[in-house]
């Protein structure tokens, strides 16, 4: 019997690269994928190994293109299954077309929480938020497979839900070889990632006016870009503060080992960032590239375990900049040792098992 996945997310696929790691392990361990993402935020070509395809989105705005893309969702999983299917849904944005087909059809769903979507800031105190905790309070409880990203994460879900989900951190594929270390001039200050609110941008960007020798690479897109282009403008840093813009994740791969230090000051904003463990945290400790990380709770086990670059507990520009000066004083050499071992540990191949587990399980109730 053939083992057949439909794989569904509120995501335009290209640079979600969790979505591509699951999917690949699952494809190279014998299933067959069908992947579902949709247009919204662009649908630029992509190469896979296996079948996927974007729902076309009408909507100008964020809240109908959720609705729409759900009722599409819908219609579209319920063409495609059959009782040999799992299905296997991305976040709460994608959950109830996935759990109406699986109850309707009596097949397995694996719902993958990449984040405490209720709480993320960009629904926070909204009727959006309201709408959303409702199908999180009325499903999650009755979800049988379940893989969330942080262990945090998944106390939380424990705690509200008395659900067990399987942790599978969004971490990168093993670099088995350490890159070589750049002789930069200036010095190379990365962060990467979606250029949102509450990720500590704008006050690395004010950090900028007390170090000298460097400049900061802010690599990614999003919705705070314009105006974070504008405070550099403002703050008269245009020689020192860069933006990338997006890039495709191989691309990205070799920027990141360029760097001289890598930034991670997600600020508390709700407790899926509190919760968080950032993708861009463990791009950095495999491109072995020193930190300098907020102490969230995720953040403080990698920092207890190796010592991987400098943490700071505000996020006042004088703080930050006096943790990037000493990562960067001390030299990326200084860490290596420290950021090989970690690479050992956080790396992909270190996850695969456990996705494999819980789709064996799935694979099983059929």
């Known amino acids: ?186 010095k190379i200050i990365l962060y990467q990632g979606a250029v949102n609110q509450s990720r500590g941008i704008d006050k690395a960007i004010l950090a900028m006016h007390f170090i000298q020798g460097a400049v900061l690479k802010i690599v990614g897109d999003g919705p705070m870009r314009k105006m974070y282009e504008k405070l550099v403008i403002q703050e008269n840093l245009q020689n020192k503060v860069l933006f990338i813009g997006k890039l495709k994740p191989e691309n990205l791969r070799e920027v990141t080992k360029t760097a001289d230090v890598g930034i991670s000051l997600e600020e508390n904003n709700g407790v899926s960032y509190y919760f968080s463990l950032p993708n861009k945290v463990c791009d950095y400790i495999q491109a072995r590239v020193p930190l300098v990380m907020i102490n969230f709770p995720e953040m403080k086990r990698i920092k207890e375990q190796f010592e991987v670059g400098e943490m700071i507990t505000d996020h006042k520009p004088q703080t930050i900049e006096k943790a990037i000066n000493k990562v960067l004083q001390k030299g990326r050499k200084h860490y290596q040792e420290e950021l090989n071992r970690a690479s050992e540990v956080f790396c992909w191949e270190n996850e695969e098992t456990k996705i494999l587990e819980v789709f064996e399980k799935a694979s099983n109730s059929l």
Request: aromatic share 12%; charged share 30%; glycine share 2%.
């Open 1 to 186: 019997m053939e083992r057949k996945i439909i794989t569904s997310a509120f995501s335009n696929l290209y640079t979600d690269q969790r979505i591509e790691k699951v999917c690949k392990t699952l494809f190279d361990n014998g299933y067959s994928i069908d992947l579902i993402g949709n247009d919204w935020g662009g649908s630029e070509k992509m190469e896979r190994p296996y079948s996927f395809s974007r729902i076309e989105l009408k909507s100008k705005s964020l809240k109908t293109a959720y609705f729409e893309f759900n009722w599409k969702l819908y219609k579209e999983l319920k063409k495609k299954v059959d009782k040999n299917t799992i299905l296997h849904a991305n976040d709460i944005d994608a959950l109830l077309p996935n759990y109406l087909i699986a109850k309707k059809m009596n097949i397995p769903l694996v719902f993958d929480s990449h984040e405490i979507f209720t709480e993320m800031p960009a629904v926070q105190n909204r009727i959006s938020q309201k709408v959303w905790r409702i199908l999180e309070r009325k499903i999650v409880p009755q979800i049988k497979f379940m893989m969330t990203e942080s262990a945090s994460y998944a106390e939380w879900f424990h705690e509200k839900y008395n659900v067990d989900p399987i942790v599978v951190r969004n971490i990168p594929r093993k670099i088995l070889v350490a890159p070589d270390i750049p002789d930069n001039n200036p």
